[in-house]
């Protein structure tokens, strides 16, 4: 048993604890989801189980952690490890040796186990977690689930009795996200390990677990079953969400609140009889970018094939498809990183080619998958400044306050969170205002709360101009998208107006809309609860 | 003698494809083997200069690279290829030193002597090369750290040489990024003079440099609670060294030996012309040859 007794801790650097009077007990075999918004101890929680607080991260303690009835404070986490596995949120920072036998043998290797034993071990870890084919390959050629799957194999390769994981699928595509929680909640059910997990995608999460906490500000909220402690908190002011079918039925005042689509066709389907999508009317007749039969290839590896599109002003074009299908090269390719092999682009008109950096820049650009690129300064005020004028660094201090992020201003990228440094990196390229601003997996985990900010920054931003967002976050494409694109094996399969490709969609359609399709006599073209008009 | 000497080591290359740890299916050698042989190779390819001698090098450089992986094969051999071209020009027409004229006038003179030069120091890199792309088709970094913990090189030492090679790639990756940023942002990162082309990158270092330690605390975080550093560290190692292959290997360094003590004491493998009345006949056909196995592919 993992107790927490009157705990609290402050960082050396802060002025304010990280956790305050922590008191609770989580129990062998339970599957525990720690929620909480950015800042609010999550990561710090975690820490104080592995033993990298206090023996890695110095700070003020008060009260104390104890696993098994040892406390923490008394063995260091390379012994902790026995009894806790951690999973970090990022594969590729967590990853230590070349191949993936290798960096599962590795923590046993450290405390000094037999070949024999070894052996033993990583063979039956590879078949638990069903990995078996990826033994010999090379971590560089693994997909990001595959390697995380990797880390939680050497996770428990110790047989651990808890398992942290700190945002585990952030930084994959939700179909990895998807198996990879399937096999968390596997070990949970099989072997009871103990899963104590932080994360943001609450509706692929919030039905597997037991039980839920709720953090604010370095203290628990709410400790208890899922459902009930949905029900009795507001999640959404609290920054952290709830699943789309969740907060539908609560916005009707559902008593017993649905967690998955399935709980949601019985309990809502009374409620949205009574609604329908509010009227809409989208008008693009001002043609803005324009890709003309292009081609292009990695090698002998073709990605695009001739492949056509429109970009019009004042819509936001949604581009999805499986991993590997080429949106980040088309997404290239437009922007003039790369050149078509075959075919044309043109922006407002003109060739991408004959456009300079710099005149090109305020045409097309884009805000790449992972933010850390684009923070180059000291300061986040000094990144989305870089290289503006004194008139432009008014715009800058606009779109920093709508994005939230002006307050941070004096901070440097290393201090912020990941959504912090998501809408930073948004902020540093729109500055330049550009005709078609991309944006390649901006919500990839990011907080309901980052993701609201985000979808309201996109709604003013096209107004005046256009976005191609790359995404597979149905519900902030069905909230935001003007059309959507399917893209597959580099030519666009299916283009037009978001309600006719995501609804009735069986890959790419919201969890309302999926409870929708199967009720008789409900509006079938509901996405989100903001279209949502009620009629009687 | 000489041509004692070259069956015996071509001997030892076969003795890796009849006794090693090497299957003609799986593709499949023993890493020690096989480093400690690419590794005679290319300190032979050093110690020798006759061409004859070099170019028989790298025939049996392109045996083994029949029976193992060798997908890198024609990458590294298409720079090769360019290196060789522009080398055999350089010395061709610039050297000139050497009494075995082939043609002379008041501008040029080319010597076998100059010719032959060439060819010895262009089929050196094609030689070192080949061995490279083989060692990098065949063996990971992990099977390396094995070799080195075989012969009982430092474990901290070694974790941290697997450390910065594994994430060396991954900060490339992202100083590439890094500059389609800021091409992005409007900044001409390639045009200009050199001066304005490091300023331009400038911004970088200090990114790629927070980067980095943002990132030496995520790995110091997973050494952590993965156990490291411990006492009781025991390596697992998957490279077996058995008898056999100690004595494929004890032969390769015993020939390395023989073929030193050759070159330095008889001057045997730095003839640049051994034997004249094939040399012509050497000479047009090797390149040709070269052409055709360094670009043959069975295997990739």
Excluded at chain 1, 502 to 524: F, H, P, R, W
């Amino acid at each position: 048993m993992i107790e927490f007794l009157n705990y609290s801790f402050r960082y050396a650097s802060a002025s304010n604890p990280a956790l305050e009077n922590i008191e609770l007990k989580i129990f062998p075999g339970e599957f525990v989801l720690l929620i909480g918004d950015s800042g609010s101890g999550k990561t710090t929680f975690l820490r104080s189980i592995n033993g990298l607080i206090p023996h890695f991260y110095g700070g003020s303690q008060r009260g104390e952690v104890r696993i098994d009835g040892k406390s923490i404070k008394n063995f260091p986490p390379r012994e902790i490890a026995n009894y806790v596995g951690t999973v970090f949120q990022d594969p590729e920072n967590q990853i230590l040796m070349h191949t993936v036998e290798k960096e599962i043998a590795f923590p046993l290797e450290n405390i000094g186990m037999k070949e024999g034993e070894i052996e033993k071990r990583v063979e039956e870890t590879l078949d638990l977690l069903d990995i078996y084919p990826l033994r010999h390959r090379k971590i560089e050629s693994l997909s990001g689930g595959e390697k995380q799957k990797v880390a939680i194999a050497t996770a428990i390769a110790r047989y651990p009795r808890y398992l942290l994981l700190d945002e585990p699928t952030s930084q994959i595509d939700p179909n990895s996200a998807e198996s990879l929680l399937s096999l968390l909640e596997r070990l949970n059910d099989d072997l009871g390990i103990g899963i104590i997990m932080v994360e943001h995608r609450m509706e692929r999460t919030m039905h597997r677990a037991d039980r839920l906490i709720v953090l604010d500000r370095g203290k628990i909220v709410g400790d208890g079953e899922p459902r009930i402690i949905a029900s009795k908190l507001d999640l959404d002011a609290l920054g952290v969400g709830y699943p789309q079918i969740t907060r539908v039925a609560k916005r009707f005042g559902v008593e017993m609140l649905p967690l998955t689509v399935k709980e949601g066709r019985k309990s809502l389907s009374r409620y949205l009889k009574n609604v329908r999508v509010k009227e809409e009317r989208i008008l693009l007749n001002d043609l803005i970018g324009e890709v003309l039969n292009i081609e292009f290839s990695y090698g002998a590896h073709r990605v695009i094939r001739k492949l056509n599109l429109k970009i019009y002003r004042n819509e936001l074009l949604g581009l999805v498809g499986r991993n590997g299908t080429g949106k980040t090269t088309l997404a290239k390719l437009l922007t003039g990183l790369l050149r078509p092999q075959k075919g044309e682009i043109r922006i407002l008109g003109k060739p991408i080619e004959k456009y300079g950096e710099k005149e090109r820049s305020r045409a097309i650009s884009m805000v790449f998958q992972n933010p850390n690129i684009h923070l180059l300064g000291d300061t986040i005020y000094e990144d989305v400044t870089y290289l503006l004028s004194d008139k432009e660094r008014k715009r800058a201090e606009n779109i920093m306050k709508e994005l939230g992020i002006w307050e941070l201003r004096d901070r440097n990228a290393s201090e912020l969170s990941g959504g912090e440094r998501m809408l930073a990196a948004v902020a540093s390229i729109a500055v330049m205002e550009p005709e078609i601003l991309i944006l390649d997996e901006p919500t990839r985990g990011l907080s309901y709360k980052f993701k609201l900010r985000l979808s309201s920054f996109l709604k003013k931003y096209i107004q005046r101009h256009s976005v191609i967002l790359i995404t597979h976050d149905v519900e902030t494409l069905a909230r935001n998208a003007t059309r959507v694109a399917i893209l597959s094996d580099g030519r666009i399969r299916v283009i037009g107006n978001k309600r006719e490709i995501m609804c009735s969609s069986l890959t790419y359609s919201t969890q309302v809309n999926k409870v929708a399709q199967g009720i008789e006599g409900v509006d079938k073209k509901i996405l989100v609860e903001e279209d949502l008009e009620v009629i009687k | 003698m000489i041509f004692t000497f070259l069956l015996t080591f071509i001997a030892g290359t076969f003795l890796i494809l009849l006794f090693g740890k090497f299957s003609f299916f799986q593709k499949k050698v023993s890493p020690i083997t096989l480093s400690i042989w690419l590794s005679a190779v290319i300190y032979l390819s050093l110690l020798f200069s006759s061409p004859y001698f070099l170019f028989l090098l790298f025939l049996m450089l392109f045996i083994i690279k029949l029976f193992v992986q060798s997908h890198l094969w024609k990458t590294f051999m298409k720079y090769s290829l360019y290196i060789l071209f522009f080398i055999l020009l350089f010395n061709i027409f610039l050297v000139g030193k050497g009494t075995h004229v082939i043609y002379y006038n008041h501008f040029i003179k080319i010597t076998w002597e100059s010719l032959a030069f060439a060819y010895s120091m262009g089929l050196r890199i094609v030689i070192i090369m080949g061995a490279f792309s083989i060692y990098n088709s065949n063996i990971t970094m992990d099977e390396l750290i094995e070799i080195l913990e075989k012969f009982r090189f430092p474990q901290r030492s070694l974790i941290t040489l697997a450390l910065s090679l594994r994430f060396f790639n991954i900060m490339a990756q992202e100083a590439s990024e890094s500059v389609e940023v800021l091409r992005l942002r409007g900044v001409a990162i390639s045009s200009g003079k050199l001066k304005d082309k490091i300023r331009a990158r400038s911004p970088l270092m200090s990114a790629l440099l927070t980067n980095s330690l943002e990132r030496s605390i995520y790995i110091a975080e997973a050494l952590e609670i993965k156990g490291f550093p411990s006492k009781n560290r025991r390596a697992w190692r998957r490279i077996s060294f058995p008898w056999r292959e100690k004595l494929i290997v004890s032969s390769f360094l015993l020939l390395s030996i023989i073929a030193t003590a050759l070159v330095v004491m008889m001057g045997i493998g730095n003839e640049l012309i051994v034997c004249p009345n094939i040399k012509l006949y050497f000479l047009l056909t090797a390149p040709l040859l070269l052409l055709i196995l360094s670009r043959r592919e069975e295997n990739d």
